[in-house]
């Protein structure tokens, strides 16, 4: 996704937080999305935020929204090992998702 | 409610040949689209039916195609395989054929030699 940019690792100690940023291109999303893809799976939706909005909290997951900067960011609280997966970041238009890189989220022990 | 499937989970076919990828939105979804996969271009659109008309096409070349039928089930045909092929497929589905909640499948594996 040359719209959407991500840091390509991360490594996190279980419990700790999470944070994994991404910068994106198109002022006129209307939704950002974060998805998880786990080894051999699909996308799994994590959660989503309305472009009007600063925040989302859910359970433990928090979004935030700097749409002047064009950033967003996926905090997850109390990591655990089965956090461990790729995070993506994605833009809507019109019809489709745009979609970064991929960060992929090591969780040690 | 049973999520998106997609069959079949891994393929193998040979550089020329043709093959068919099936997809089955959430029910009630009419929208489906689909992504390639690939180790170095990452995620990319394909392209999205909706009430069983292509709406949107991503920048790929013509050996892709794909249809839907009544029931919202889509399928996606790529003709003369090449290397470059290989990838997964990816199927999403959403309620009324904008991007808000799109649900994926597992994918298609499809590797070509």
């Known amino acids: 996704g040359e719209d959407v940019e991500q840091s390509l690792f991360l490594s996190v100690r279980e419990g700790d937080s999470s944070v994994i940023n991404c910068t994106y291109t198109?002022?006129?999303?209307?939704?950002l999305y974060w998805y998880k893809q786990e080894p051999g799976a699909g996308l799994q939706l994590l959660t989503y935020?309305?472009?009007?909005?600063d925040m989302k909290q859910d359970q433990r997951l928090t979004v935030l929204l700097n749409k002047k900067d064009k950033h967003l960011s996926l905090r997850i609280a109390d990591t655990q090992t089965g956090d461990s997966a790729i995070y993506f970041c994605?833009?809507?238009?019109?019809?489709?998702?745009?979609f970064g890189a991929g960060t992929t989220v090591t969780v040690r022990a | 409610k049973a999520g998106v499937t997609q069959t079949p989970r891994y393929l193998i076919k040979t550089r020329g040949q043709q093959v068919t990828l099936s997809c089955s939105p959430i029910?009630?979804?009419?929208?489906v689209s689909w992504y390639q996969q690939t180790p170095g271009q990452g995620l990319q659109f394909l392209f999205e039916?909706?009430?069983?008309?292509?709406?949107n096409k991503g920048n790929f070349p013509g050996r892709f195609s794909g249809r839907q039928f009544s029931n919202s089930r889509s399928e996606m045909n790529v003709s003369t395989l090449e290397l470059g092929d290989s990838a997964l497929y990816l199927c999403?589905?959403?309620?009324?054929?904008?991007?808000?909640?799109?649900?994926f499948g597992p994918g298609t594996r499809l590797t070509v030699t």
């Open positions: 999403a589905s959403s309620l009324m054929g904008s991007v808000y909640e799109q649900y």
């Open positions: 198109d002022s006129s999303s209307t939704y």
């Open positions: 935020i309305f472009s009007n909005m």
């Open positions: 994605a833009e809507s238009n019109d019809y489709k998702l745009s």
């Open positions: 029910s009630g979804h009419r929208s």
């Open positions: 039916y909706f009430s069983e008309t292509q709406r």
